[in-house]
T-cell receptor, first 116, second 108 residues
Framework: EAGVTQFPSHSVIEKGQTVTLRCDPI?????LYWYRRVMGKEIKFLLH????????ESGMPNNRFLAERTGGTYSTLKVQPAELEDSGVYFC??????????????FGPGTRLTVL | DAKTTQPNSMESNEEEPVHLPCNHS???????IHWYRQLPSQGPEYVIH???SNVNNRMASLAIAEDRKSSTLILHRATLRDAAVYYC?????????FGPGTRLSVLP
C-alpha cells in the first residue's frame, strides 16, 4: 500500500512568488493534516480536513496560505505571496477516522520550501 | 492538549534497552499519550500510543504511570536504526502539538 506522498520534495522560490504544495493521502483516509516546521522551531499544526471540509484551520499563519481538498482526495497548500519566514519543511499526514476511534497518523516525507 | 516535557537528548549503546521519559502533569482524562519518532530526512512515524494501561507492540513498550502524569517509552534493544527524535504528545484530537522531543543517539 502506498504511503502519504508529497510533491515536490524541494522547492526554491523568490520572495513574492507563489508556490503550491501537493499531498496525496493514503487511499480511503478521510482525515488529512498539514503541519510545518520552520527553521529552528518545532513542528506546528496548520489545518485538518475531514474529506473535503476544513475541520480546523486554527494553525494557518495568515491569509497568504490557502489549503484545498477538492473531492476529498488529494490536497494542495498554496502560499501566495511567499515570504522569507515561510521557509521550512511542510508535512502532510492522513488518518482514517476521528476520536474516539484511535487512528495513527501517517506522515509524508515533507516538502522543503526555501524562499530567497 | 497537555504540555509535555522530555529530555533534549539521550544516548544508548546498541542492543541495550532505552527508556525515554516524558512528563505530562496537565494531561486530561481523555487525552491519549502518543509517541512518534522522526528519522533524519523523513516525516514523523507512529511508534505507540496508550490511554491508561501499559502497551506493547512490535516496536516498543509504553509504560504509563498510575496517575498518568508521566510515561516512559521503552525500546527493548536499541539498534542504529532507532537513532531519531522521539516525540511524546498528549491529545484527544489528532491536531498534534509537537514539542522539541528527545534526540536519541545509538552508539555501535
Amino acid at each position: 500500500e502506498a504511503g502519504v506522498t508529497q510533491f515536490p520534495s524541494h522547492s526554491v522560490i523568490e520572495k513574492g512568488q507563489t508556490v503550491t504544495l501537493r499531498c496525496d493521502p493514503i487511499s480511503g483516509h478521510d482525515n488529512l493534516y498539514w503541519y510545518r516546521r520552520v527553521m529552528g522551531k518545532e513542528i506546528k499544526f496548520l489545518l485538518h480536513f475531514v474529506k473535503e471540509s476544513k475541520q480546523d484551520e486554527s494553525g494557518m499563519p495568515n491569509n497568504r496560505f490557502l489549503a484545498e481538498r477538492t473531492g476529498g482526495t488529494y490536497s494542495t497548500l498554496k502560499v501566495q505571496p511567499a515570504e522569507l519566514e515561510d521557509s521550512g519543511v511542510y508535512f502532510c499526514a492522513s488518518s482514517q477516522e476521528k476520536p474516539p476511534t484511535y487512528n495513527e497518523q501517517f506522515f509524508g516525507p515533507g516538502t522543503r520550501l526555501t524562499v530567497l | 492538549d497537555a504540555k509535555t516535557t522530555q529530555p533534549n537528548s539521550m544516548e544508548s549503546n546498541e542492543e541495550e534497552p532505552v527508556h525515554l521519559p516524558c512528563n505530562h502533569s496537565t494531561i486530561s482524562g481523555t487525552d491519549y499519550i502518543h509517541w512518534y519518532r522522526q528519522l533524519p530526512s523523513q516525516g514523523p512515524e507512529y511508534v505507540i500510543h496508550g490511554l491508561t494501561s501499559n502497551v506493547n507492540n512490535r516496536m516498543a513498550s509504553l509504560a504509563i504511570a498510575e496517575d498518568r502524569k508521566s510515561s516512559t517509552l521503552i525500546l527493548h534493544r536499541a539498534t542504529l536504526r532507532d537513532a531519531a527524535v522521539y516525540y511524546c504528545i498528549c491529545s484527544y484530537g489528532q491536531n498534534f502539538v509537537f514539542g522539541p522531543g528527545t534526540r536519541l543517539s545509538v552508539l555501535p
